[in-house]
């Protein structure tokens, strides 16, 4: 049976009404303790009034030296519940589904942000670090990974529908997996068994602090894209051992901070064949699993969406950027199936966000 955008799909025990996913960003919109706004509220009422079948939350820190830029979404303390549980009513009260994506940010974080010299796997000469980094002891190792646990318990009883690890972007998980960010010689670094003990140990934790049921899936970068790096026959392996762990779902991505024009947020995306850069990556892991896939990256037109479900190479379609300027994008595809996003990939909607004043598309506001 030919698959359609807008066919109901199954993650976990939740029911989502179509395939298209929005996919987790940074907002900016939070106050200095990573509390909820009501200008978040805004933007989050908005995207579930869209359409859109499934809202990946911005990056939530776990722990507060995991906090990677001003304005990002806190959940790693029990203060934060009311603002979060306020954020889940609002998405559901408009219809929507919402899960929690978790991360720490290792050593992508700063001194300035989180007071501390960051923690990262190992010191090493990543040019996506801004600053020396300190190596994680087996204890804050450790720590962290209960963090992580405590923080899905906290998306649960907020209300939100699933969680989502973040393992790319060369966040903490991803750092761990890649030879370049892990140069440990102990049980967590070398082999790939060792790299990916640490995602083992989280996803362990998280499944035994919000039981059998509930949905928990993974960003996972499928590729580095650097010479050295985590590549994609690995992406393989550690999707294979995720859904094994009762991973639920994936969504692929790839490259990081250094990864130049392989970037996750790619600009410039004008043409058909530039879109769904990461579709191919996606699809040698949907041929490795038996659960949903999903692949984000450049999915700006409805044709090449279907394209991607025609092909076989993921069972969902992920967006960010096109959902900044038009929240509405999924009811226009609903309307008309060859409807082209308007996002022009100019990556000027992070600016107003690095200004304290959160993302929004700067070409409208012009």
């Not at 009883?157 to 998980?173: K, R």
Request: overall charge negative; some cysteine; aromatic content about 6%.
């Amino acid at each position: 049976m030919k698959k359609s955008l807008f066919d109901s799909v199954q993650v976990g025990n939740c029911s989502l009404s179509n395939r298209l996913v929005r996919s987790a960003t940074w907002e900016g919109l939070c106050d200095n303790d990573g509390a909820v706004t009501p200008k978040l509220l805004d933007f989050y009422r908005q995207l579930a009034q869209g359409g859109i079948g499934l809202i990946i939350s911005g990056y939530s820190y776990v722990r507060a030296d995991g906090k990677q830029l001003a304005g990002k979404m806190g959940i790693d303390h029990d203060g934060l519940l009311p603002g979060l549980k306020q954020l889940t009513q609002t998405v559901h009260d408009a219809g929507g589904k919402i899960f929690c994506q978790l991360v720490h940010a290792g050593g992508q974080t700063t001194s300035k942000v989180i007071g501390k010299t960051p923690l990262s796997p190992s010191v090493c000469d990543y040019a996506g670090y801004t600053e020396p980094t300190q190596e994680m002891s087996v204890a804050e190792i450790e720590a962290i990974v209960s963090a992580f646990g405590e923080a899905a318990a906290r998306a649960k009883a907020s209300g939100f529908d699933g969680v989502q690890l973040h393992g790319a972007h060369v966040y903490l998980i991803n750092q761990f997996l890649s030879p370049i960010t892990n140069q440990r010689q102990d049980e967590y670094g070398g082999t790939l068994e060792n790299r990916m003990r640490f995602l083992e140990q989280v996803c362990q934790a998280v499944r035994a602090e919000v039981g059998p049921d509930y949905p928990v899936t993974i960003k996972l970068t499928a590729c580095d894209h650097l010479e050295g790096g985590f590549t994609l026959e690995e992406a393989v392996i550690v999707s294979k051992r995720l859904q094994g762990l009762g991973i639920d779902a994936i969504e692929a991505s790839s490259g990081g901070p250094a990864s130049g024009e392989f970037g996750p947020a790619r600009p410039k995306i004008d043409a058909p064949e530039k879109e769904a850069y990461n579709a191919l990556a996606a699809a040698k892991i949907k041929a490795a699993v038996d659960i949903p896939v999903m692949t984000v990256g450049g999915l700006r037109s409805g044709a090449v969406m279907q394209k991607v479900l025609d092909d076989g190479s993921a069972d969902m379609l992920s967006m960010s950027r096109p959902l900044i300027r038009q929240p509405n994008l999924p009811k226009l595809l609903n309307e008309d199936s060859n409807a082209v996003a308007t996002c022009t990939s100019c990556n000027g909607c992070f600016v107003p966000g690095m200004r304290g004043k959160g993302i929004f598309c700067v070409l409208d506001k012009a």
